[in-house]
């Protein structure tokens, strides 16, 4: 998306616009300061609705592409707002440490599973004013993003694709093509604090709201703290979403609702190491015991655990999918999730940890802090 956000950057620094006026005697430099992102919002948010109530959906077509036209005067259409067939959604957001109201549609949920506000996407999109002028588009083709790119991504992508699930692959066409069905397919409208806000260029004005319509293709889990746990199986209320609070400018106080944040030290649990503050890494305290990795024989019977990591999460009797890369089934011999542990026990002359991989809801050994460390040890008995 070649007028996403960071094409911006150096039109906002320093928090200011300056501009510059001349009078009869010298040039005066003007500095402009940024306008209050409260009232910003609720002048945008008057614009977004008086929008959403004097136009109305013309046509989505079978590729939910839409077509929003303004109601001519006298005339009889049902407006965006009132009209039910696609009914208009609300979601709260906090930033710039105001809570935006946002407004968007569904016009297809898709059949996939849904990003979390950090994962990948692709997609395709259409941009565009409130005048209804286009000023971007993708011309229907994906492409892909981070969700959570910083300057390169607006920060009302990463709030409203989550609403969206993907679609499903289809075989790849003859010149190399990929095409999607059952895809989520949705319009959002933002507020200019949740775009590019005083940035602009060409046809986007500085605190301009602006109106996306969007098709979600694909997402890919991401890792951003290379713990082995999946951004989305860190979302700890559940909710779909996570956040990194650190910057206290944007986020002076963040509702307790949105914190995942098990040992409260400032570090979501998606860019934590450590999520318990125990002192040893999540990566380590996901790692299996020694004889449950691999085709070990239990019984005189061979038995594949696979690797050295519990995937996936709280998922019991499933078949391995081979079109869900980040999630390893394996053929339903993986014992499933994160283990909580049970007890310590000696077996012909070897000390091990028992764990709980069965019971769904238990608490994870990287989420408890107080969980039992103790290393696995050969004893060695004289006979």
């Not at 109601?71 to 105001?98: C, H, K, M, W």
């Not at 060409?202 to 890919?220: C, H, R, W």
């Not at 650190?246 to 649990?269: F, W």
């Amino acid at each position: 998306m070649n007028k996403i956000k960071y094409f911006f950057i150096l039109l906002i620094a320093g928090a200011a616009l300056v501009s510059c006026n001349k009078d009869d005697d010298d040039d005066e430099v003007v500095v402009v300061p940024l306008r209050d992102y409260q009232e910003q919002y609720e002048a945008d948010n008057d614009s977004i609705e008086k929008y959403l109530k004097t136009h109305y959906i013309e046509e989505v077509t079978a590729d939910f592409d839409i077509k929003i036209t303004k109601i001519p005067a006298g005339g009889t259409q049902e407006s965006i707002f009132s009209q039910t067939q696609y009914p208009l959604q609300t979601r709260d957001v906090y930033n710039d440490n105001i809570t935006y109201k946002v407004y968007y549609l569904v016009l297809n949920e898709g059949t996939g599973e849904s990003p979390c506000n950090f994962d990948r996407i692709n997609a395709a999109y259409v941009g565009n004013l409130l005048d209804g002028t286009v000023f971007d588009t993708s011309d229907n083709l994906g492409r892909t993003f981070d969700l959570d790119a910083g300057v390169n991504l607006i920060d009302g992508w990463k709030e409203i694709f989550p609403k969206l699930r993907a679609g499903k692959a289809e075989p790849v066409n003859d010149d190399g093509t990929i095409t999607y069905s059952d895809f989520g397919a949705g319009v959002m409208f933002l507020p200019s604090g949740l775009a590019y806000y005083s940035g602009g260029s060409g046809e986007i004005k500085a605190y301009s709201p602006l109106v996306f319509s969007v098709k979600l293709y694909d997402i890919q889990r991401l890792d951003h703290d290379g713990d082995g746990i999946l951004d989305i199986n860190e979302d700890i209320n559940g909710d779909g979403y996570v956040y990194d609070f650190r910057n206290k400018e944007l986020y002076a106080n963040p509702p307790a609702e949105l914190i995942d944040d098990t040992d409260g030290d400032g570090l979501a649990d998606f860019i934590d190491t450590d999520d318990d503050g125990d002192g040893y890494t999540t990566l380590l305290e996901i790692t299996k015991p020694t004889g449950k990795v691999g085709r070990v024989m239990e019984d005189g019977v061979e038995v594949n655990y696979g690797p050295s990591k519990y995937f996936p999460f709280e998922k019991f009797d499933v078949v391995d999918d081979p079109a869900t890369p980040n999630t390893n089934e394996f053929f339903n011999t993986e014992p499933k999730g994160i283990p909580a542990f049970v007890k310590t026990e000696t077996v012909g002359g070897v000390t091990r940890n028992v764990y709980d991989y069965e019971t769904l809801g238990r608490k994870k050994i990287h989420l408890d802090k107080d969980h039992n460390t103790t290393k696995v040890t050969t004893v060695t008995t004289k006979k």
